[in-house]
């Protein structure tokens, strides 16, 4: 399929660390519950996981911040846990408890009894969101796909969904470690077809969502988290209609091992606020572009003081290119949607310095 040439490839551009006019800003859950006309659409689609399973709808979702906001990239209207739903779990949503399992993985012999899942076949809908996605975005600004990290899909599958404490899936991981190998392993491959099968697609660039890597200790991040993503980025496609395809790494909490994760060949690293961000392009050089690192706490608060915040970042990174400004994770649902307008704006308002 021909697609239209890009208009703003600016977001694309900085991953990749070349030089851009203005740092490139989205925000993580930025089709989402903050803003009414999500919350219509959801009500119309039924429920959650109906919104995901309709193109037409996870399309519809996926461009209502694109109608309000000058964002440089739009992303794919899904959730993590679609990989685990295909491989029979049984995923539902319980108000107010989030995502939960039916069925959980505790041995070898459960991890053995998952069925092989081909993302092209088992989770079509995803793709057909992704090619709807691309075709009404019409080349206005990139589409991001995206999957959740071998670790954080299997926190999921053993525990049944989500947690305080992570007492099962860590049982697991000092008493039980091949059996959870196994599973990590069984979800690498599947990441890895399921991510090439977006950008087959039509995803421009991807994320991996690490979202519990950073409740790890060191040694057990880089052989149970960070050694699975490793695999997913070395099979990846990195090419596709004529560009490089960007991948990005998000790992929560992860600022601790930056340098690790840079290891990893991916383009970008994304950032919690608990990092500063000028320390940590010290500590990565230029071997990759750093995502975020807005709290989206400071979203509820009053327009001076997040524009105060964006400046104090944008400061804080620097002259130069290899920035893609974000929050340090999703927008939050009792954010005013125009606070999240001021936010996106200041971001352009003020990063022009920083890139003559």
Known sequence: MMHPELKNDRFLRALLRQPVDVTPVWMMRQAGRYLPEYRATRQKAGDFMA?????????????????RYPLDAAILFSDI?????????GLYFETGEGPRFRKTIGNLADVESIPAVDPERDLAYVMNAVTTIRRELNGRVPLIGFSGSPWTLATYMVQGGSSRDFHRIKQMLYS????????LDKLADVVIDYLNAQIRAGAQAVQ??????????????????????NKIVAGLQRESEGRRVPVILFTKQGGQWLELIADSGADALGLDWTTDLGE??????NRVALQGNMDPAVLCASPEA??????????????????VFNLGHGI?????????????????EFSGQYHR
């Open 208 to 229: 991996i969502f690490d979202t519990w890597g950073g409740i790890l200790t060191q040694p057990a991040y880089r052989e149970f988290s960070l050694a699975y993503m």
């Open 280 to 285: 940590a392009r010290q500590r990565v050089g």
């Open 81 to 89: 846990l679609t990989i685990p739903d295909a491989m029979g779990l």
């Open 306 to 323: 997040i524009r105060a915040e964006v400046a104090r970042i944008l400061a804080s990174f620097g002259n130069g290119d290899g920035h």
């Open 332 to 348: 939050t649902p009792d954010v005013d949607p125009e606070h999240a307008r001021v936010f996106i704006e200041a971001v352009h």
């Open 176 to 183: 039980a470690p091949e059996t959870l190998h196994a599973l």
């Open 51 to 67: 919104l995901c399973m309709n193109a037409d709808y996870a399309c519809e979702v996926t461009l209502q911040p694109l109608a």
